[in-house]
Each structure stands twice: as structure tokens, then as C-alpha cells.
């Protein structure tokens, strides 16, 4: 492998505090060279693959620190107002933060005609080049970060107050500080998939969704500040964890390629003539649970992790159905990515999962899927700057081809913060405006929040007044929703009704029920009541949604397998002889007088014995005629046609009404056929 060429090697020590009294910008010089780009591209970092010779033509110039608050504010002097949000980078001399894409850009003009001479981001591969400075390691200090560099270097929920103070660590080969850590940078290229062929300077892509960042930050584990470490951001999203240097050289040439990758699965060959729907409500119909989470072959080199959760499912107006989860190793980590399957029209067999959405090392906690009735879909999805899912923007895509292609992410919710982690659920209301529920915090007990769009999606409001969290009991009134990962309908008096998990209020008899929540006023205030129905907990999510025949559907379950009481477990359900049984897990509950009573219950089954593999947190269970699933985070719609689609964790439930309202005389694993 050929070495970099004549490297200028700069004295080890520190940068002292007089830096940022510097009249310039201190910039170290880069040599010509070459050297071999990207890694083996195993599991989440399959975006590092392939290797390939990248040729850098022209030495350049290089920020020799990351552009510090004193810097960046002599061009915009505003920005001295985000000093210190969520505890860092207050000083002069600390890493700027809260830059766009657009924001660093902008400086680098700014700079340019102020001295005369060209300035802008680095290309992604200059920033490698110059961060590897001529090793092959995972950090150019080996094989990984002394302490000195270490800046809480793991996720986080809230931010360890750490300086972000430039040239403080010892620099590279090159002599360029805080290549690993302290703050990611922006690059000028648009993310996509590496090419295997050699390249000289190379920039990336004509178009794309993301630009790239590089070089991890603080509160960030180690493993995404090394050298080959591929992140991106939306480009207008801003956040504590980003910031940029600068390079002083002329632009390359534009890009030869488009990033026109080939479509995943659930995109490809996707029918657009309308579907002709026909009422299939009359007859009752229950088709039990089958399998749509379905790993991608080896061969397809689609990304697929062992824990694939939090679903959501919307019909097309094809005909298909595509149901939407994200998939990763563990929950707070940034490899998680957001798959798809597609029910095609006619087909009784899911496809096989494949890439959906994914902004590069972000965590992507929490999608909705929605049909809006007038021929557009809409993809609502959290983006967390980190790995953890409490900091979360909120962003909308959509689609008037059926989910074939989908519009650039658009940031509805840009504050990187609680409140933003997306149920599904959407609803319309009949005044015509979205409804979108999300949890207002990350912990069980945090309470749902709700945010309002009028215009169809081009602008979304959280009506919250900032206060804290209410007291969640019988008749007290707060402005945040009892129980997260709720659902929501609207009643015909046109208030809200939101039922969710945790935040249980006592009834009269002092037992825990699920509870309901009414607003009055469009979600700025809600009051709170214990409902008659069993609380759920942890790996449990309800349905909650208006069916078109007019009832009020619930699909919850009778009990938690191992948190409820075992004298507690199960409700009754009746038979058909008039009598009663005790049933346990997913069931079905309809209220024909707005949720004020629940009448008919039904527990999810036929009553035919199963042994079924629920995915996530269920995992293996038994059913039958008096137990269904025990745990599952459920998302459902209602077709034109009047059939209802559910989905668990990783099973598919296809029912109608007719069926909730038949009786049955359940089986067990005795008398099963």
C-alpha cells in the first residue's frame, strides 16, 4: 500500500488558550498521496464496504482544529445564544455546535471573500486521507483511544457536560487535532454507497438525501470515532454532537455518478392502477397470524438484526399492504435501520424484509405509516443525533406512487429533544387534520404527547404549555397524555380519547386499569380516568382506532405474563352457550357508545392449537383456544374493503368486525383439530 508523501510532522504539544485569539484560521498543509478507502463493511457498518484506492491529485490545506464559537460568531454573531444549551460548548475556544450543513457552508464563504482565497468542507475522502495520516489502525493512535481522548464515550440519554476546548490531545502524523472525537464534522459530500473502483479525488455524489459527517463526538462510544467510521445528517439538522473544520482549496470537479442505487424489494415493481376494493365485512373472517418479518436472503446484502420491533402497517391504494419496523442488534445504538415488507394485492405471502429508511449511525426509534385516503402515504420516523431514543428531531416523507418512491426527509420537529418518538397510529380527523402521538419521554412512565398538522403534513404544532408532568389520577387534568405508546381516536363530539400503557389510575375498587385520557381543547389540556380495561406493561403496545362501520376497536391484552399477580391474569370472555371462560392475552375489545363502555371482548384466536415464534420481546408462545399472544407491540389499519390488518412484532392478523361480534365456544389444545 502505497504511503502518504512527505508528511510534515508538527510539535506533539497541546494548543494553548491563546488560540482563539488567533486572527486566522490555523491551517496545517496536506501531501499529495494516496491510500486504500473504507473497511470490511461487516453488520451496521456494512456502508464501509468496499475498500478502494483512493488517489488524492493536489496537496490542500486543512482547519488544524475543528471552527471554534469565537470563529464561527464573528460570522454569526447570533449563534452566542446556544452557548451552553444542554451544558457544553460555552467558551471561545470550545468546538462550535448547533451547525447545519448549510450554517458551515455558509462560514466557509463568508471566510473565503473575507481573505481571498477559496475555503470550504473537506470531501469524504480527504477527510480520511487526512485523518489516517498514513496508518490502517482503527484510530491513528492504534488500535484504540488513549484516555486523554476519551470524552464519555459511551450513549447516553443526557449529555455529560464535557469541554469541547480544541487542541487539547496530541495530533496526527500531520499535526491536525480532534480527528477522533470531540465534536462529528461535516463534509461536503452527499452520502452513498462506496464504489470499488480506484478514484482521484473523489466527492461523493451529484444528489442524495445526507451529507456526510465524520470522526465521531463526545458522549458517543469509541467504536464510531475510528478513522473508516461512516456517519450523515440530514443536511439542515443541527444538533450538540456536530461542528466542522474547514479545508483552504479549490472545489473538485463535480461528481460523475448519481446516487441512484438500485430499489430495495418493497420499492421494486410496485403496480400503480387503483385497486378495486369490495366490502369483505359481511362474512365473519379471522385468517390466523403468519409470519412478516422475513429475513432478507445472504445474497441480497440487505441489513437485518436480531431484534426487529415497534411495526407499523398502512394499506395502498394498489391494493398491497406495507408494513414498516426497525431492526438492530440492541435498541440504543445507532445501527439500528428502519425495514419494509409488501402484501402484494392477490399474494398471501409476505415478501422478504428489506431497507426501508435509515439516516447513516442514528438512531431511528419509532415510525408511523399512514394512508391519507386521496392517493398519499406518509412516513413519519424519529431520528436521534446519537444512540439513545430519548433526543429525537421528527421527519416526514411521503409518497404518491404507493410507497415506490418517497420524497426527501423533511424535518418536521427540529429540536433534538423528548416528546418526538413516533407511534404508529396517525389519524385523521374530520376537520381534516393530522394527528400524530408520540411518547413524551423515554421511560415507561413519561406520558404520550400529540403534535397537529392543518395543512396536510407541511407543518406540524405540539400544543404542550411546557409544564411538567401532571399527577396521572382520576379527574386531575395535565397537559401531557397518560401512558406512552397510546392511541387515539377522535369522538363525535369532537374531543380526543387516548388509552395507553403505564401511568395505571385506580377505579373505585382500587384496582390498576388502563387510563383514559379526554381533551377537549385539541391536546393542550387532558383529563384523566381509569377505564375498565386491564393495564399492560413492559414489551406491550395497544391498538387503538375508529373502525369505518363506526365502533371504537381496542386491541390490547388481558394481562402482563410476568409483571400481572397470577391471581390477576385473564379476563372472561363469553361462549356461545351463554357462559364464560377465562382467556389470556391479545384480544379484541369494540365500544359502540365512545369508549365509555367495552361490551364485546374477544380473545385473538381460533382456537386452534399453534406453537408461534412472536419475535422481539414475545418470543415463543402458545396458542389456543384460551391463550394468544402474550406480548407484542401492535399496530393495525382498516382497508377500504372493511377488513382489519394487525400486526405484532413479527406476526400478521387478518380479521373483520363480523367476526369480533361472533361468539365463540373456544378450543384448547385437547380438542384442537
Not at 255 to 278: G, I, M, R
Not at 316 to 341: H, I, T
Not at 365 to 387: K, M, P, Q, R, S
Not at 633 to 650: F, G
Amino acid at each position: 500500500m502505497k504511503k502518504i508523501l512527505s508528511i510534515s510532522i508538527l510539535a506533539g504539544a497541546c494548543l494553548t488558550g491563546t488560540y482563539a485569539q488567533q486572527p486566522s484560521i490555523p491551517l496545517v498543509d496536506i501531501p499529495a498521496g494516496s491510500f486504500y478507502m473504507g473497511g470490511e463493511g461487516l453488520g451496521e457498518d456494512f456502508d464501509e464496504a468496499p475498500v478502494h484506492k483512493v488517489t488524492i491529485s493536489k496537496p490542500f490545506r486543512m482547519g488544524q482544529t475543528e471552527i471554534t464559537n469565537a470563529q464561527f460568531e464573528a460570522f454569526r454573531p447570533e449563534h452566542k445564544t446556544l452557548r451552553g444549551k444542554n451544558s457544553l460548548s460555552k467558551e471561545d475556544d470550545e468546538a462550535v455546535v448547533y451547525v447545519s450543513y448549510d450554517d458551515a457552508v455558509a462560514f466557509c464563504e463568508w471566510l473565503s471573500q473575507k481573505e481571498g482565497k477559496t475555503y470550504r468542507l473537506p470531501t469524504e475522502a480527504e477527510w480520511e486521507y487526512a485523518c489516517r495520516a498514513g496508518t490502517y489502525y482503527s484510530f491513528y493512535t492504534g488500535d484504540g483511544l488513549p484516555g486523554n481522548f476519551q470524552k464519555n464515550q459511551k450513549i447516553v440519554r443526557d449529555y455529560a457536560p464535557v469541554s469541547l476546548n480544541v487542541g487539547q490531545t496530541p495530533p496526527n502524523a500531520l499535526g491536525l487535532y480532534d480527528m477522533h472525537g470531540n465534536v462529528e464534522e461535516w463534509c461536503l459530500d452527499w452520502y452513498g454507497p462506496y464504489r470499488p473502483e480506484d478514484q482521484t479525488d473523489p466527492c461523493g455524489y451529484k444528489n442524495g438525501y445526507f451529507r456526510v459527517t465524520r470522526g465521531g463526538s463526545h458522549n458517543t462510544p469509541e467504536k464510531y470515532l475510528r478513522s473508516g467510521n461512516r456517519m450523515a445528517m440530514i443536511p439542515e439538522d443541527k444538533h450538540a454532537l456536530t461542528g466542522f473544520r474547514v479545508v483552504q482549496a479549490n472545489y473538485p470537479s463535480e461528481p460523475s455518478y448519481y446516487n441512484d442505487e438500485t430499489p430495495h424489494l418493497n420499492a421494486t415493481n410496485v403496480k400503480q392502477e387503483k385497486f378495486l376494493w369490495t366490502n369483505a365485512g359481511n362474512t365473519p373472517l379471522f385468517i390466523p397470524p403468519r409470519t412478516f418479518v422475513i429475513r432478507p436472503d445472504c445474497s441480497s446484502n440487505e441489513p437485518f438484526f436480531k431484534h426487529n420491533h415497534q411495526p407499523a402497517i398502512t394499506w395502498c391504494d394498489n391494493g398491497d399492504l406495507l408494513a414498516s419496523w426497525f431492526s438492530a442488534d440492541e435498541e440504543n445504538g445507532r445501527g439500528m435501520v428502519v425495514l419494509a415488507s409488501r402484501l402484494r394485492a392477490g399474494s398471501d405471502e409476505w415478501e422478504e424484509a428489506s431497507l426501508f429508511f435509515k439516516v447513516p449511525d442514528r438512531n431511528m426509534t419509532g415510525l408511523a405509516l399512514f394512508n391519507d385516503g386521496a392517493g398519499n402515504l406518509y412516513h413519519i420516523n424519529g431520528v436521534e443525533a446519537a444512540g439513545d431514543w430519548q433526543n429525537l428531531i421528527m421527519v416526514q416523507r411521503t409518497s404518491t406512487d404507493n410507497g415506490q418512491t418517497w420524497s426527501a426527509p423533511k424535518i418536521i420537529a427540529p429540536e433534538h429533544t423528548k416528546r418526538h418518538q413516533v407511534i404508529a397510529g396517525t389519524i385523521l380527523t374530520r376537520e381534516g387534520w393530522f394527528i400524530q402521538a408520540c411518547d413524551a419521554g423515554p421511560g415507561s412512565h413519561d406520558g404520550a404527547a400529540i403534535h397537529i398538522s392543518k395543512d396536510h403534513g407541511k407543518t406540524w404544532t405540539d400544543p404542550w404549555d411546557g409544564a411538567p408532568l401532571p399527577n396521572f389520577k382520576e379527574g386531575n387534568a395535565g397537559s401531557t397524555i397518560a401512558g406512552i405508546h397510546v392511541g387515539i381516536v377522535q369522538l363525535k363530539d369532537g374531543s380526543l380519547m387516548a388509552l395507553g400503557r403505564g401511568n395505571s389510575i385506580k377505579n373505585k375498587e382500587g384496582k390498576p386499569r388502563m387510563p383514559m385520557s379526554i381533551s377537549k381543547d385539541w391536546g393542550k389540556t387532558w383529563t384523566y380516568h381509569a377505564s375498565e380495561l386491564p393495564p399492560i406493561d413492559g414489551g406491550q403496545r395497544l391498538v387503538l382506532l375508529r373502525l369505518r362501520e363506526g365502533p371504537l376497536l381496542l386491541i390490547s391484552f388481558t394481562d402482563h405474563p410476568l409483571r400481572t399477580p397470577e391471581n390477576e391474569r385473564g379476563i372472561l370472555f363469553p361462549d356461545k352457550e351463554g357462559n364464560s371462560y377465562r382467556g389470556f392475552g391479545l384480544y379484541a375489545a369494540l365500544s359502540y357508545d365512545e369508549g365509555k363502555s367495552w361490551p364485546v371482548k374477544k380473545l385473538m384466536t381460533d382456537g386452534i392449537y399453534r406453537f408461534l415464534n412472536g419475535g422481539a420481546w414475545t418470543q415463543f408462545f402458545e396458542m389456543d383456544g384460551t391463550h394468544a399472544e402474550p406480548r407484542g407491540y401492535m399496530a393495525a389499519t382498516q382497508s377500504p374493503d372493511r377488513m382489519i390488518h394487525l400486526v405484532s412484532s413479527r406476526l400478521y392478523y387478518k380479521f373483520n368486525l363480523a367476526w369480533l361480534e361472533e361468539t365463540d365456544t373456544p378450543r384448547t389444545r385437547d380438542t384442537a383439530d
